[in-house]
Structures are given as C-alpha cells and as structure tokens.
C-alpha cells in the first residue's frame, strides 16, 4: 500500500488527456483528407490542401495519439513493473509540456508548408531539436526508473519498452540529418537512391519501433492484468523479442522493391520480412495460449474483446505486410489503395484497439473510480472496429481493382486503360472509406464521452487510495 | 544465458543496440558504397538551376509527393505509361544524384511524374495547375491558382551554396520577379529530361502496317468522338478548334502521318501510342477524319 501512494501519475494523466485530444485532430484530419480525395473543392489553399493535410494527419496520429499515449502507459507500466516511483516526476511534467510544444509546432509548420518532406519524418530541424530533447528526457526517466528498481526480474513489457527508447533514437537522428539553410528551410544530408533507402530504412523501422514494440510492451503488460491468468511463455516472449528486434531492421527496402536501390537489399528485405512472420505469431500464439480456458471473458470482460482482437489485426498485419514484401505481389499493389488499407488495420485495428483498452484500463485506475459506463465501450468497440473494416477492406478491394486495371495491356502490348480511366473508378471506393472514417470517428466521441464522466466521477487521484481503486 | 539479462538493464540496453546496429550495417550503410559507384553516373544529368530548385522546394512545401512518385519501375506497365515509347526508359540511380531529399514518394493518387519534363507544352502547366479539374474533370489533384505570387527568391543563393550547385551571377538574376508557377514549371520541365530516354524513343520507328483498319468504319466514330473528348480536347478544344495545340479540322495530311504524330508525338503534343494502342489511335484518325472541313 505504501509504495503504491507513492507512485506518481500525473504524467500518465497529463499525457493521455493530450494523446486523446491529439488522436481527435488526427482522426479529424483523416476524415477530412477521404473526402477530399472526393470532393477537391474542399482544399481551402494554401494552409489546408491535402498535400500539406497529409502530413498533419500522419504526425498527429503516430506521435500525437501513439507516442502520447505510450509515454502515458510507459510510465504507469515501468512504476509497477519496477515497484518504484517514477525517478524524476518534475523532469516527466516538463515532458508532457515539451510534448505537446513539439506537436503544437509539428502541426503549424507543417500546414505553413516546411517540411523536410521524408515520410513520418517531415518536421524542420529545429523541431527535431525538440523531439530529441523530448525523447532524451523521456527515455533517462525510464530508463533511471529502472535502475532503481525493487523487483530485480525485468518482465518482458520492460525489454521491449528498452528497445524502443534505444531504437527511436538511432532512427530518427540518423534519417533527420540536414543541411539547415535557414530556421525554416534544410535539405537532407543524403541524396537520390541513399536518401530514400535511408529514409526506409527509418520509415520501416518506425513502424519497428512506434507501432509495434510499444504496443506489445502495453499488450503483454495489460492481457495478465485483465484476464487474471499469467502470460502463456515468458520464454516465447524473450525469444520473440530478440529475433523481432534483429530482423526489423533488415527489411526497410520492402518499401523500395523495383527502384533504383541495389538489388541484393530488395532481396534481403524480401526474405527477412518473410521470416518475420515467426516472431510475430510467437506474440500472438502468446496471446492465444494465455487464453486457454478463458475464452468465456470475451463475452464477460470488454477489455479482453479490445486486447484479443487488437492481437488479431496484428496477426493478419504481419501476415499480410511480408506478401506485400514479396516482389511480384508488390509489383502489383505497390502504390495503389492497397497500402493504406494495410497501414489502416495496423493502425485502427492493431494500435489503436491496445492503446484503448489501456486508456480504459488505466483511468479508473488512476483516478480511483469505476468506468462510467461498459455499454458504451462496447459501442465504441464495435463501431470502431466497423469502421476500421469498412476503411481496410474498402481499399483492398480498391488497391486490386486500380493495379489490374493499370496492369492490363492489349494485343499489340499497348496500355487497355489510361491512368484517369482507373482513377474515376475509385471514386465509390473513396466515398466508402470516407463513410468508414466517420463510423469512426463517431465511435472516437462515444469514447471521449465515456472518459471525460469517468474522470468526473473520479477523485483527483492523490489524497486517499480508495479499496476499489486499488489493484 | 537470455534469462540472465533479465536483472541487467545496461547490458540488455547495450546489447538491442547491438543487435539493431547489425542490420542497419548491412542494408542501410553499406549499401552507399554501391550507389555511389561511379560507374552508375549519368552524363546528362545536371544540378538544378536557382529557378528549378526553387521549383522543386515549392513542390517539397505543397507536398505534391504524397500523391506523385517519382520513379518509374523496370514493369510492363510502368515503362508503357510513364517512359512511354521505350523499352528501357525506366528509372537509374544516376538520375537521382542531386535530389537532396529525393521525392520517389510512397502512393500515386496521380500519375508517375519522373518523366513529365517535356511531355506537355508550358501553357498545359500554367492552366493544369490552376485549375487541374479545367483540364481532366476527373481529376482530384487541388488548384494552386495561388502559386500565380511572386516568387521569394532572398534565400536562393544560400541554398544554391548549401547544396554546392554550380550557378551564375545572370541565373540567380533570372530568379527576380518569377512567380512560384514559373518556378514549378521550370523544374516540372526537368523532370527526366536530362536524359536520353525520350530521344531514344522518339527516333524508334514505328513497325508495322500503317494501314486505317477502319476506313468507312462508322461504329469506330462514336468511340473516336469520345477518345478525342477525353484526351485531346484539353489541349485542342472541345470543338477542335484550337487551344494549346493547334486547330485539328482541316488536317490535310495523310491518315499514316497523323497516326505517327498522335502515336509518338511531336513537339508539345505528348505521344498516346502506349497509353492508347494501335486501335484506339486509329478510332481517332477515323473521326479526325470524318471532322476534316467542317466548321
Ligand atoms: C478513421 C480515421 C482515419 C481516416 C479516415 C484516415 C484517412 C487517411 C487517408 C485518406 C490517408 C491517405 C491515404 C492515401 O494516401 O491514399 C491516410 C494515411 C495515413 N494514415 Fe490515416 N486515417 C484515419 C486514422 C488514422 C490513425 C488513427 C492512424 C495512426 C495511428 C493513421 C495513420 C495513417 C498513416 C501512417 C498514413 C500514411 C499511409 C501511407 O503512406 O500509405 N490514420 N489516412
Ligand atoms: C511482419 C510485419 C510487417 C511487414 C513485413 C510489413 C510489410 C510492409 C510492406 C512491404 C509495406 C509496403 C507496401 C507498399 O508500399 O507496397 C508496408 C507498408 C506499411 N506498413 Fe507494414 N508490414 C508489417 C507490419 C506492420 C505493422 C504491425 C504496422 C502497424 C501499423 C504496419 C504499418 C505500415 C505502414 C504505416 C506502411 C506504409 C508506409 C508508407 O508507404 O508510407 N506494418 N508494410
Ligand atoms: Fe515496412
């Protein structure tokens, strides 16, 4: 009891408050950005096109929403996982402060057109100042937090939390180096077919390290607390973790298969994106194992059904990310509608299906009160996850339709269709992804809602520790 | 051994470092050594002008390249539609030398524009990218009627010098009183035309029979009349009349000339030979045709 009152979680709030509003705008923008593919009219240049749009949507919803929460849950989990408050609360409320600077500056810029222009890497250099300040501040916090640990066994949630503070940093110093022309303006320090297999390197490896690890640290750290069982093989779970962090890295190239890049790097990324698939199912047969007997909480327990099919998506992700990496499959869908459809059952279905059940998980939690209502996350959840599946299947069907129809020859070898011809037959597809996106957005205020009275309904957490608040 | 690191975050720290590094060693610094390989330069591959380069920052500011790639893969279909007329015009490390960052981009809601230097006349451009639906209905790209202001040029010779681009004292002069528009222009027209692959194309003969299989075809009329509606009458009016390009009701040329003009194109009329096929051209020639003397 009295380590638990010592253990400071104003960070965790101040963090998801703001990764939640964040995850608002970024869903937003995203809505915004479907019908504009629909409608054009709706860019408002030179601030709201969709050119400069795109970006804002990509960065608000991987570093404001992502990051933010998992700087949220890192926090939490590390205390718990170490018995031992967190080693500088003042550095973490200065980090939350900085967060939300760098995201406020990222959107600015980016809607003001200064852009490095390099995917998920787009803020100016002097914001990438920030963001290094930002993630050094961050990681010596945990880092420190678990040095002075109370429980000497690292569980597993600690090593992939340690993987992502070291693999975060090398990514993204290495991708962001420039040439600063002026506060506004830099060029990249690498040119033509080194600067993009740089930049894929980092733009795979993101996906490495932002949307993976971190939600798998979350997911193996909330399944035992939600289901009451322990985690299936704590064994598979360390065996997982170093060969998913060892072949990450080999495979940025799948994004650069065809181009100018060297072929044996194609054919390295090809092959170990293949064998990826074993470290990830180790994650989710993992999760299926702890199951065992107790499949009956996916009725009882609506955290279980956001955990459960969080690990599904991701399951069907690293399935379908290495046929992607195959050459001849990404001769075709490469890009078409096909990838967002992909990148959109990671992020919607995978992601953003963890990151919900810890934001539920872990409000009542830190401020000592009951969910306000289980009937509305159960209308979240199953709206969301609608929406998510009319977007990703929308877009699959979309991708193959536009790659066999660029792809058809006629008799003499000549084009059967010309590019316009394909693009006009998007157009139902978009309007269906856009109708996916407001579901969604719908089912993001239904969750708002719900822990905005949930807060409500709370104490402010640091005065007295209520018995069914504590766990 | 692994259950040791359980109690030891420095060397746990350490060692994903460690194993991080060795793929990165191998797929992303090693491979520098290959593209740099000099023997992958291309001769006529030249740095950006002060006006390309400001061209082409506009492009980074606007974020054309979340909806254009860049790179035109060694595929069928590819090389047909965006090196069209070649067989090798797909994309070369040593086009790529002096994009600092590059642009290859990772979706194309539009078209490949790797080559689009050279495939359409200036005034396409200028009215394209005011008002892109003006010229294709369809299309979903945004206007940019805006970039019709002056161009800023203050910083123009800072980043000339930041990237180690040649330039004169007269370029950096030809800057002055530009709209972002000319910028943009110029440096669309660079695109892959530094090149030989267009002339290549250009100077392969046309095979084959030139021969109209529908002559006194009506049927083809109707699918020629719409061809022309949708791929010529940006550039040569809805009634033919003349716009971009020039009147197309009193052609008095051979049927096997126009074929050739409307097959490989010529001057600013870009070539539709294999974006279009034999059939298609000649459906067009047949309406032209049946067009040819009336008002
Ligand atoms: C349901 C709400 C959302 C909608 C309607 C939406 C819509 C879009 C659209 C229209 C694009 C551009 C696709 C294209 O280039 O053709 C896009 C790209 C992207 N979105 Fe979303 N989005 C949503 C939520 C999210 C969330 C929550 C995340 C991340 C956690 C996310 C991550 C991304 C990423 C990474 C891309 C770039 C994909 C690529 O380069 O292929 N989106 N989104
Ligand atoms: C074994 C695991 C995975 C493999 C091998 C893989 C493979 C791929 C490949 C080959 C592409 C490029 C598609 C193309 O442009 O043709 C891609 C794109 C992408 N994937 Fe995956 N994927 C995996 C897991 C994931 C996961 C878990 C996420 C999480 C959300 C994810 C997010 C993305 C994103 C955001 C992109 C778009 C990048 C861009 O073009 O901007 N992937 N993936
Ligand atoms: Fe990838």
Redesign the pocket.
């Known amino acids: 009891m009295s380590v638990k009152a010592s253990y400071s979680d104003d960070a965790t709030k101040g963090f998801l408050t703001w990764s939640i509003i964040w995850g608002l705008v970024a869903v937003l923008v995203g809505v915004l950005i479907s019908f504009q593919l629909v409608f054009p009219q709706l860019n408002i240049p030179p601030y709201l096109s969709y050119g400069r749009l795109r970006p804002i949507h990509?960065n608000a919803a991987?570093f404001g929403w992502g990051i933010g929460s998992f700087m949220a849950m890192f926090y939490y989990i590390t205390q718990r996982l170490t018995k031992c408050p967190i080693w500088s609360p003042g550095l973490a409320r200065f980090q939350l402060w900085l967060f939300n600077l760098v995201i406020i500056l990222a959107a600015v810029s980016l809607a003001m057109g200064y852009t490095q222009s390099k995917?998920?890497a787009e803020l100016e250099w002097p914001i990438d100042i920030l963001v290094v300040i930002l993630w050094v501040i961050f990681a010596l916090n945990i880092f420190m937090t678990i040095m002075k640990r109370k429980e000497e066994q690292m569980y597993v949630s600690l090593w992939y939390i340690i993987a992502t503070l070291v693999g975060v940093a090398v990514l993204y110093l290495v991708n962001s180096a420039a040439i600063p022309v002026s506060l506004f303006k830099s060029y990249s320090a690498y040119a033509g077919a080194n600067d993009a297999n740089v930049q894929w390197w980092y733009?795979?490896n993101?996906?490495?390290m932002v949307?993976?690890t971190p939600p798998l640290a979350i997911f193996y750290y909330l399944l035992p607390k939600i289901t009451g069982v322990p985690i299936y093989s704590h064994r598979m779970g360390i065996i997982a973790f170093w060969s998913l962090i060892f072949m990450?890295l080999w495979?940025g190239a799948?994004?650069l298969?065809w181009t100018p890049v060297p072929d044996w790097v194609q054919t390295l990324?090809m092959g170990?994106?293949?064998l990826?698939?074993a470290p990830?199912w180790a994650s989710v047969f993992n999760g299926y194992f702890s199951m065992n007997g107790q499949w009956h909480q996916m009725r009882d327990n609506y955290l279980v059904k956001f955990l459960v099919f969080g690990i599904t998506f991701?399951g069907l992700?690293?399935?379908?990310?290495?046929?992607?990496?195959i050459r001849t499959f990404?001769a075709f869908?490469?890009?078409?509608d096909?990838?967002?459809g992909?990148?959109?059952?990671?992020?919607l279905g995978?992601?953003s299906l963890v990151l919900f059940a810890g934001v539920y998980y872990l409000i009542p939690r830190i401020y000592e009160t009951e969910l306000y209502s289980v009937k509305l996350a159960n209308a979240h959840f199953w709206l969301a996850v609608s929406g998510q599946l009319i977007y990703s299947i929308s877009m699959w069907i979309a991708g193959i339709q536009q790659a066999t129809m660029l792809n058809a020859t006629n008799a003499d070898g000549s084009l059967h269709y010309t590019f316009m011809e394909s693009l006009a037959e998007m157009y139902p597809y978009w309007h269906m992804r856009a109708g996916g996106g407001v579901i969604y957005l719908v089912s993001l205020l239904i969750f708002i809602y719900n822990i905005l009275k949930t807060v409500n309904s709370g104490s402010s957490g640091s005065q007295t520790v209520r018995a069914t608040g504590a766990v | 051994m692994l259950d040791l690191l359980e109690k030891k975050p420095v060397i746990l720290l350490l060692l994903s470092a460690l194993v991080i590094m060795i793929g990165t060693a191998v797929t992303m610094i090693a491979p520098f050594t290959w593209i740099n390989d000099p023997s992958l330069k291309i001769a006529g591959v030249k740095p950006y002008t002060p006006l390309q380069l400001e061209g082409r920052d506009i492009y980074v500011r606007e974020g054309c390249n979340n909806c254009h790639t860049q790179t035109v893969r060694p595929l069928v279909a590819d090389v047909a539609r965006y090196a069209p007329g070649s067989t090798d015009g797909y994309s070369k490390v040593g086009e790529f030398v002096y994009d600092q960052p590059h642009l290859w981009g990772?979706?194309r809601t539009g078209p490949d524009l790797a080559r689009i230097g050279g495939k359409y006349p200036d005034a396409w451009h200028y009215k394209h990218m005011a008002d892109p639906q003006s010229m294709v209905p369809k299309s979903n790209m945004p206007g940019y009627a805006f970039m019709r202001q002056p161009l800023d040029s203050s910083l123009t010779e800072r980043k000339m010098k930041a990237l180690g681009f040649p330039y004169t004292p007269a370029e950096l002069e030809a800057v002055k009183g530009k709209t972002e528009m000319d910028a943009l222009v110029a440096y669309l027209q660079k695109l892959g035309n530094d090149i030989p692959w267009r002339k290549a194309a250009a100077a392969a003969p046309l095979v084959g029979e030139l021969k109209n299989p529908y002559t006194d075809n009506a049927s083809a009329l109707n699918e020629g009349k719409l061809l022309v509606s949708q791929n010529c009458a940006q550039c040569h009016g809805e009634e033919l009349k003349g716009g971009i390009g020039p009147a197309l009701t009193s052609l008095a040329r051979p049927e096997g000339e126009i074929f050739s003009t409307i097959f490989k194109g010529r001057g600013g009329m870009p070539a539709f030979g294999d974006t279009l096929g034999r059939e298609k051209v000649w459906k067009i020639v047949t309406y032209l045709g049946s067009r040819t003397g009336k008002k």
């Open positions: 990509t991987i995917e998920y733009g795979h993101a996906v490495a949307l993976t990450y495979t799948h994004h298969l990324a170990f994106s293949i990826l698939i990830s991701y992700q690293t399935l379908q990310g290495p046929s992607q990496a990404s869908i490469h890009y078409t096909w990838v967002p992909h990148v959109h059952m990671g992020a995978w992601v | 990772s979706r």
